[in-house]
């Protein structure tokens, strides 16, 4: 896939919906009755491309205070989501250890990661920073893990809602109706192309997580040291 062709597709049609009010609402956000919960392999961008991501962000906030945006402590890019948050899940229903032990064997041979975080694209629901990954080990693992876990007889829901292929880090998220859609669209042509940075991914984090990766509902369960 090329990436580069995908995000601006996905972008040229976000912002024609979000700019005729058809943008979704998450009404899940302030619910206390959310008890989605799932299981997902990630990794953190580093401080500096965390602190350009919330330059973006402020800037944003400033235009539509009522939106949800993502603080530094929960911004990461799902390498895989491995059981696809649900309500009802729980720690109690799988063996950690299991999918810990599946998952270092995928990342025997496995180099670090390289990424460069460049420009910003949007769905319907959501406002994401692009990710490019520079060389093919983040491919690489992604189908080395889809083919272990589906040889496996371990719980998983991997790609039940799309087959992930991308990079990107969600920032933003739509709570509210828009204040003012076409200057917050012109917001996100701005950052289009904005160098937000690259980084060298060393960490993976097998987390227990809501939708959100809020912190204060992630649950940290190992982790891995990429080569």
């Not at 990424?115 to 406002?127: D, E, L, N, W």
Request: net charge negative; with cysteine.
């Amino acid at each position: 896939m090329d990436l580069h062709e995908h995000y601006g597709n996905l972008f040229k049609r976000s912002a024609n919906e979000i700019l005729a009010g058809n943008y979704l609402l998450d009404d899940q956000l302030d619910s206390d009755a959310d008890d989605r919960r799932g299981l997902t392999l990630l990794f953190r961008p580093d401080e500096a491309v965390r602190s350009n991501m919330q330059d973006f962000l402020t800037e944003l906030r400033a235009n539509e205070p009522a939106q949800y945006y993502y603080p530094d402590s929960d911004m990461h890019v799902t390498v895989l989501s491995l059981v696809s948050c649900y309500s009802g899940f729980g720690l109690g229903q799988i063996a950690v250890q299991d999918y810990v032990e599946i998952i270092e064997e995928c990342l025997l041979e496995a180099g670090g990661i390289e990424m460069h975080f460049r420009g910003i694209t949007a769905s319907p629901a959501a406002v994401m920073v692009q990710g490019f990954p520079a060389n093919g080990t983040l491919h690489q693992l992604r189908d080395r893990l889809r083919k272990s876990f589906r040889d496996s007889v371990l719980q998983h829901s991997m790609d039940s809602r799309y087959t992930l292929c991308t990079a990107h880090a969600t920032v933003a998220r739509f709570r509210k109706p828009l204040r003012q859609p076409t200057e917050f669209v012109d917001i996100l042509e701005k950052y289009r192309q904005h160098d937000f940075g690259k980084c060298r991914v060393g960490d993976l984090e097998l987390v227990y997580n809501d939708w959100y990766q809020r912190a204060n509902f992630v649950q940290k369960l190992h982790t891995f040291r990429l080569g």
